[in-house]
């Protein structure tokens, strides 16, 4: 109990002053509470001895307003110390996992799925914050109500005292117990939120596949397992408590009996008072009250301990090593030196090497599947090469701060993702401090400003999550958009223009040309409009570079290329027979 207690004050981070105030303000808060005893004792020895007066109901009413009033001031400060820390301490702490996982390589999300993630934002941050404060601040008032009432009664007679003090390690022995015994339990219940925020996730994000394919039997079925195995996680949790639970109320109870049975016994024997003994007698039933109530919010405390751990753990995780922590480069040339990177045991680039001189523009080409996305996000260290150097500007990627290296690159990807929030904030995504303004003007050079200007509400439209309110299209020109507004020196377009209208297109390669000028330009694609006039083409297959020149030697030379070109050829000439 006391390495959990000590834990949470660790995890507390900042705001571990202000939880340790609340603690304070708990511990004295336990002190003015106890006082009770005293006037309780003032009021009893006086009616056995018959000196019932005045004097004594005047000091009694006094101990017990100072009994009140201290312990409302204290609880309240408890309350006011304990609620703004934890709740502050979690935010903290969803921020800093925010922050914290821009800095991890690409695998860890590979390795680790959205739900499990998601499960510790939410569900295990959230046992933490609402259940968090709660179990501490009643767990340290009721253990030192508990304590600061039994010394009170071992001074008035030292073996009812020893009973009771006896009594609270009793209890403490038994919860220690308890929490090395829920340890495996609270492990799988935290394991089956996980299981069920990701079954959810799953299920939600793949409706439309499961809708088509008539699977809802199935993914329901997967829901439905998890659920029922985090119901049975959650009932295991509180079957394996009952016992120890039981055991504790039973110590308390038959602690309470013994000590009115010692203090009568004492009180017939002659060797206790009889103010002494109601106040025993009382005391019995107020002094473990708080106790078994402490001993069942500190079941919980292995389910937070668990939580934090999960959380810890999290942040734990190697962020990408920043070398040197170079900020800036020579120019923004891009090289790739031996380069090779794997999937697991899959090898998706094979000794890779080339060169992209600052201001030129490089077309990557080749059959799906041959690492040309993979290849481009090594440039900007989305991953670690397994093998040779990326350089960027004649600095390895590795040695570069993260931000001022991602700083340079502006990305247009073919799964655009945006966010749930305007279009204007999802094209300033790009630069967060441009002007209306300027973004209009990136809008308009984009293409955007049509569908735009369609909408009730214009550049402050909701999009949805993903832009789901928006079309494929219209998600990559504002992507595009985004990116002319970085204005970033290297530009990487993959496949920029796939998803956009054929009555859009002049107009968005016009842009896109404008977004490309004087910039270094790395271009995925498979429309040959595209890459031909790039500086250099690379072919890509199986990895390997297997070719390497412009449009016109390439042509020259059999191989992938001239096969690419004539297919697509091929292609745009092709028409439907008449019959």
């Known amino acids: 109990m006391i390495s959990t207690i000590l834990k ?41 001895t018959q000196s019932l007066g005045p004097s004594v109901a005047v000091s009694s009413f006094v101990v017990m307003l100072v009994s009140i009033a201290g312990s409302a001031v204290c609880a309240h400060f408890k309350s006011e110390n304990f609620c703004d820390g934890n709740f502050s301490m979690c935010a903290e702490k969803r921020a800093e996992i925010g922050d914290h996982m821009r800095y991890l390589p ?13 499960s510790t934002m939410t569900n295990t941050l959230d046992d933490v914050q ?9 767990v340290i008032s009721g253990v030192t109500l508990s304590a600061v009432m039994a010394l009170m009664l071992a001074v008035m007679n030292p073996l009812c005292g020893l009973v009771a003090i006896a009594t609270i390690l009793v209890v403490l022995a038994v919860n220690a117990i308890m929490q090395r015994a829920s340890r495996a339990v609270s492990d799988r219940r935290v394991r089956s939120q996980r299981a069920i925020v990701g079954a959810v996730l799953e299920y939600v994000q793949g409706i439309s596949v499961v ?23 959650n009932l295991a949790l509180e079957l394996s408590f009952i016992a120890f639970m039981v055991l504790e109320a039973v110590a308390c109870k038959a602690a309470s009996i013994l000590m009115c049975l010692l203090s009568v016994s004492l009180w017939v024997s002659g060797a206790m008072e009889t103010g002494t003994c109601l106040t025993m007698i009382v005391a019995s039933f107020i002094v473990f009250a708080k106790l ?74 080749g059959p799906s599947g ?51 929030d305007t279009i204007e904030n999802n094209i300033k ?13 990136a809008a308009r ?41 970085k204005d970033a020196p290297i530009v990487v377009l993959d496949e920029a223009t796939a998803n956009v209208d054929p009555e859009n297109e002049l107009e968005l390669q016009r842009a896109i040309a404008e977004l490309k000028r004087g910039k270094t330009v790395i271009m995925i694609a498979h429309r040959l409009k595209t890459v031909r006039d790039a500086d250099q083409i690379v072919v890509l297959d199986a990895g390997r570079v297997v070719q390497w020149g412009t449009h016109e030697s390439l042509m020259r030379e059999e191989g992938i290329y001239r096969d690419f070109v004539g297919m697509r050829e091929r292609a745009i000439g092709w028409k439907i027979a008449r019959g």
Request: with cysteine; proline share 2%; hydrophobic share 40%.
């Open 8 to 48: 949470y004050f660790r995890f507390g981070g900042s705001h571990a002053g202000r939880l340790r105030r609340g603690m304070a303000w708990s511990l004295a808060n336990s002190v003015f509470e106890s006082l009770q005893i005293l006037a309780l004792a003032l009021v009893l020895s006086a009616a056995a």
């Open 106 to 118: 690409m695998g860890y999300f590979n390795a680790n799925s959205l739900g499990e993630i998601a």
């Open 130 to 138: 609402n259940v968090g404060g709660l179990v501490y601040t009643n």
């Open 211 to 233: 809708r088509a394919f008539s699977l809802l039997d199935g993914a329901e079925s997967r829901i439905d397992g998890a659920i029922a195995d985090c119901e049975r996680a």
């Open 292 to 365: 078994e109530l402490a001993g069942s919010y500190a079941s919980l405390l292995r389910q937070i301990d668990v939580s934090m751990d999960k959380v810890t753990g999290l942040l734990a995780t190697p962020p990408m090593d920043e070398g040197a922590g170079l900020s800036s480069g020579d120019g923004f040339g891009i090289e790739l030196d031996d380069v090779s990177f794997s999937y697991g045991e899959r090898t998706v680039v094979d000794h890779v090497s080339l060169s992209i001189p600052e201001g030129t523009s490089c077309a990557i080409v």
């Open 370 to 420: 041959s690492g040309k996305t993979t290849l481009s996000q090594l440039m900007a260290r989305f991953w670690d090469v397994g093998s040779g150097r990326v350089l960027v500007g004649g600095r390895d990627v590795r040695d570069w701060e993260v931000d001022a290296l991602l700083s340079n690159f502006s990305m247009v990807f073919q799964g655009v993702y945006l966010f749930d």
């Open 429 to 441: 995504f790009g630069r967060p401090e441009a002007t209306h303004e300027e973004v209009v003007e």
């Open 445 to 485: 050079r984009a293409c955007c400003d049509d569908f735009v200007g369609r909408l009730a509400e214009g550049y402050g439209t909701r999009i949805g999550e993903g832009g789901a309110t928006l079309s494929g299209g219209e998600r990559q020109r504002l992507s595009i958009a985004r990116a002319i507004l």
